[in-house]
């Protein structure tokens, strides 16, 4: 008997409340799934879904090593991008792919070349790969896909 449907499964489905649901309750990948939760919600716009996932973001990522807090300080604004270049940070790239996408969101005057690098470090054809590509995806990709 299958087990209960994964984060991946049910931020797929376009269940944005479940998936950050189980992003609450992850260990694993906990920081890449409330950072997915956060862009579907900024981008469909339940503000309080993305700020409740954009908190949980912020507090896993001050508890984490030097890398993770000092994203944290970039994303809270603490830092500048400027002097602190996406491209260096130091995070593997399944992880990394995923951040950059919320750094874009987050430093508009950026996002080309950060969406473009997150694109780039996307070659894990995993779950999370699914996921990213669905919230990086432009307004005139999906329309073209109905069309």
Sequence with gaps: ???PPTF???FLRDK???AGAKAMLSERD???HHALVYLAATRSGAKELAATHWQALLEKLAKGAREE???GELLAGRKKLAQHPAERLLFEPRTKRVFLAVLAERYPEQAKETRAL???LDYHRDAISLCLRKVLETKN???DKKN
């Design 16 to 18: 944005l409340e479940d």
């Design 8 to 10: 991946e499964c049910v």
């Design 141 to 143: 990709e999906r329309g």
């Design 1 to 3: 008997m299958p087990g």
């Design 69 to 71: 807090r000092l994203l």
């Design 118 to 120: 997150s694109r780039k």
């Design 30 to 32: 906990a920081d890449s």
